[in-house]
């Protein structure tokens, strides 16, 4: 029967065609990559990339790409790799396509203690460890309002979640907004930017992305268990309480190093795995990796579509424009 559901479930998605899918993202990837290294206010040739690259051409050129773009790509692409992942995470946890740790308010914990732990001056590279725990703590919050005495409830827990997140984005921008009168900054962490970014940020967050990457990617087997039921899944030896746990702070650790480094990113977490199982199904082993491409490459090119016109946007006013009407046709297109 477990054979049966899996494989009902797997047949969604031929392994011809999620061949073909990670084809067309590898190919996507390449070309959002190149497209976001020459595109800007400055445009660059790519026979003149090519030469940078190689640390060659002119020193203009050479400036551009590893001082200002190549950090800022790099970081981006960290970053939505982060949210693809823990919004599929998250997702496969509750097993609900509605929930993602920005509607959750995870972010908007660890952003608040991002804020606060900036304004305290204190050392910038433990930074995404100090959001990671403020996530849990609002991780924990949240899930301790949804329980009720015949379980989890998951429209309480969402309820919850938009509830805190809240409360935690208004105390990050009243801080923001008396932080010495840095309100274009307060703007910028709220709606989520890369501007500025540099290689200091990359560093700063790239072990603990990389480490929650690859712990993530690992948790397919598990999630698909637990997707088959409660039931189901602790008579096959699932530690129910500690999956759950080890799933949530792996989830919380991408989504804190995200919102520690570039602000308040919405729909990216809750958009992307909903698209990856259309492209390859359910099975998580395949979802949890393809979640991650697909975000790292959907906020590599939202941020150079916010930083080529006349006026350069916040990457997250990129994503909610283009996410939010999708979301919508997916909503509806699922309505029966």
């Known amino acids: 029967m477990i054979a049966t559901s899996i494989r009902s479930r797997e047949e969604k998605a031929p392994a011809r065609y999620r061949v073909w899918w990670l084809l067309g993202l ?22 003149d990339l090519v030469q ?15 001082e200002l773009r190549l950090p800022r790509t ?33 972010s908007a914990g660890a952003g608040l203690v991002a804020v606060v732990f900036l304004g305290f001056g204190l050392a910038f590279t433990w930074l995404p460890l100090a959001a990671w725990v403020g996530a ?34 208004s105390v990050t921008s009243m801080l923001l907004l008396f932080a010495d009168d840095r309100v ?25 992305i990389g480490l929650g990457l690859i712990l993530g990617c690992g948790l397919g087997r598990p999630l698909n268990l637990l997707s088959l039921g409660e039931e189901m899944a602790r008579s096959l030896g699932v530690a129910i309480g500690r999956t759950r746990l080890t799933i949530g702070a792996i989830a919380a650790l991408l989504a804190a190093s995200a919102a520690s480094t570039v602000g308040l990113i919405g729909f990216v977490g809750l958009l992307v795995p909903h698209v990856t199982r259309l492209l390859v199904g359910t ?10 491409a697909m975000g790292a490459i959907l906020l590599v090119a939202a941020d150079t579509a916010a930083r080529s016109g006349p006026v350069e946007l916040p990457v997250g006013v990129v994503t909610a424009l283009v996410g939010a009407p999708f979301f919508g046709w997916l909503l509806w297109r699922r309505t029966p």
């Open 26 to 47: 590898a190919i996507a990837g390449g070309v959002v990559l190149l497209g976001s290294l020459a595109m800007g206010s400055v445009a660059v040739p790519v026979a």
């Open 52 to 66: 940078a690259l190689w640390g060659q051409g002119d020193e203009l050129t050479h400036t551009i790409l590893w």
């Open 74 to 106: 790099l970081l981006a692409a960290l970053v939505g790799a982060a949210l693809g992942l823990s919004g599929a995470l998250v997702q496969g946890l509750l097993r609900n396509g509605l929930a993602d740790p920005y509607l959750l308010g995870i």
């Open 136 to 169: 849990l703590a609002t991780a924990t919050l949240v899930f301790g309002l949804a329980r009720s005495a015949t379980g989890l409830s998951v429209t309480r827990l969402i309820l919850a979640g938009v509830a805190v997140g809240s409360f935690f984005g």
């Open 184 to 208: 274009q900054l307060a703007l910028n962490w709220l709606a989520g930017s890369l501007n500025g970014r540099s290689w200091r940020e990359v560093q700063a967050v790239s072990g603990y």
């Open 283 to 292: 099975d998580y082993r395949w979802v949890l990796p393809v979640s991650a």
